[in-house]
């Protein structure tokens, strides 16, 4: 038995894991394009502010690798020859697998606005990006920011730890408006400014110019110029599909897969970024860019392709972030609609988080320490932390449970609620009820 | 009356530092490696929290620089029975 893995991200990593946990025996071979491996791709950001070194981004050891015993391949996968059960490798060399497993991510869509095919146009997709854009911002003296989300968030913050001038454009009003609410965008960009960085609202990039093919300035829709030796841009991701293009796997905006990971061929699995799975709660498919569920769809993608048959349970979408050096967890559905900073959807962002039922927002905290709830009829349905954690996890659990809060539920809509008490309260009987 | 208090907190941050182990909730971490970088005495706590393990690592001086420093609230203190597993 050979299982092939496109991919050397996390849910790669998971899927060898968990092959290995039931077969011991069978090959696996790990075929990626990027030339480091498998790394933190999340931990980018803080590479980018300085907290950590590069060398620290990579979790395993050549020890570790050696423990799963499987075999990495350099390379890129030009052709999936779906009827001979092969691959074809940079257009030559030919690999046969048994499973194969397509875990190839996201990558960020491109900025398209006149003027953009110079140097010092920057993106945070891999780890030869972030070491790009810290060389770059060593000399740089101004940066610009355009789009949304977390990744843009990241650059604003790591160009500006390196020193930088930063100008973050914002095409309306506030930050990240159709997660966050009013008040929890303007903690943020508040934040921003006391670190030093200029935000400009209703502001849209129409022209980029350059000296001596390097960006040197740019326009906005409004006629305002401004000089920068950077522009660094994350608009939205989009699943890598040109590998199947051409092989018939069925697609929607990603691989689609079956609650087991399978494709429309029973021998090719997908998971991660690019694959939008299945949920049987909702009878929906889904795209996420969160690093958990990568992990969790590439552990059953693995324990399915060694024949143990497991099916994924999408957990409520949740992600932890840090926004302006905020820990902030979202968690299920909080906010509707589209972001104009973004054109796709955001890395480390969930499309649950925009489908808002009927729901009521009850709200506590000051600053630093806010919480957001979102109630439904009778259980909550989202719910947002920044600065304290501590209920993140109850929160979490009876969200994804849909703990019946009626014993709560009015009290948490008065006004002033002490809603942290009461959730608090709430778990604790609650927990000993359902014996978490 | 809150000076009382204050040395309540601090009496029980004291019992919690040394009685309690570094915990972590696997599924907030994306292995970025902050914990193990910063950890004076060079415990892979990434890997602890990957496995979603206590750090009951016989060196750890629950100093709590991998807590403090985690930018995804993945680690905290808490009390455990280390001697749980060993007896079933």
Request: proline share 3%; hydrophobic share 40%.
């Amino acid at each position: 038995m050979r299982y092939v893995i496109i991919g050397a991200g996390v849910a790669g990593i998971s899927a060898v894991e968990a092959i290995r946990s039931v077969d011991n025996t069978g090959e696996i071979v790990m075929i990626s394009d990027d030339p480091n491996g498998y790394y933190s791709r999340p931990g980018l950001a803080y590479y980018l502010t300085g907290e950590i070194h590069d060398t620290a981004l990579f979790p395993r050891n050549k020890a570790d690798f050696q423990k799963l015993n499987f075999n990495f391949l350099r390379g890129r996968v030009t052709h999936i020859l779906r009827k001979d059960h092969a691959l074809i490798i940079d257009g030559k060399s030919r690999l046969a697998y048994d499973k194969l497993l397509i875990a190839v991510g996201a990558r960020a869509l491109p900025l398209e606005i006149p003027g953009s095919n110079v140097e010092g146009i920057v993106k945070l997709d891999h780890l030869v990006d972030a070491k790009n854009i810290v060389k770059m911002a060593k000399w740089g003296r101004s940066a610009v920011v355009v789009g949304g989300g977390i990744t843009a968030l990241e650059l604003t913050e790591g160009l500006r730890a390196r020193g930088m001038k930063v100008h973050y454009l914002l095409r309306g009003d506030r930050y990240w408006s159709n997660v966050l609410d009013k008040y929890e965008s303007e903690v943020v960009e508040k934040r921003l400014e006391e670190e030093g960085v200029i935000l400009h609202h209703h502001s849209e990039l129409k022209e980029i110019f350059s000296k001596r093919g390097h960006v040197s300035e740019v326009e906005l829709q409004d006629g305002k110029k401004i000089k920068c030796d950077m522009l660094a841009f994350a608009v939205g991701i989009r699943p890598c599909l040109e590998l199947i293009q051409d092989t018939g796997l069925a697609t929607d905006r990603g691989i689609l897969v079956n609650e087991h990971l399978q494709t429309t061929d029973p021998d090719i699995f997908s998971a991660g970024d690019v694959a939008q799975a299945f949920d049987p709660l909702t009878g929906k498919s889904i795209l996420d860019s969160l690093w958990d569920p990568a992990r969790e769809q590439g552990r059953v993608a693995g324990l399915n392709m060694a024949g143990r048959r497991t099916a994924y349970l999408k957990s409520a979408a949740f992600n932890v972030t840090r926004l302006a050096g905020l820990t902030t967890t979202i968690i299920g559905v909080v906010g509707r609609g589209r972001d104009e900073d973004m054109i796709g959807i955001a890395r480390g962002d969930s499309e649950t988080w925009r489908e808002l039922p009927e729901a009521i927002v009850a709200q506590s905290g000051f600053d630093i320490n806010h919480m957001r709830l979102l109630i439904g009829d009778s259980h909550l349905v989202g719910a947002i932390l920044m600065g304290d954690q501590t209920l993140s996890w109850p929160l979490q659990k009876m969200i994804a449970s849909k703990a019946d809060i009626s014993p709560i539920r009015e009290r948490l809509m008065e006004p002033n609620a002490k809603i942290a008490d009461l959730i608090a309260q709430f778990w604790m009987s609650w927990r000993k009820q359902t014996a978490l | 009356m809150a000076l009382l208090n204050i040395f309540k907190s601090d009496a029980s941050k004291r019992i919690v530092l040394t009685r309690g182990h570094v915990v972590s909730e696997s599924s907030r971490c994306v292995q970025c490696g902050i914990c193990s970088y910063n950890c004076p005495i060079g415990i892979n706590v990434r890997a602890h929290v990957w496995r979603n393990e206590p750090v009951n690592h016989s060196e750890c001086l629950t100093c709590g620089e991998c807590v403090a420093r985690c930018p995804r609230g993945v680690l905290s203190f808490s009390e455990i029975d280390i001697f749980a597993r060993r007896e079933e």
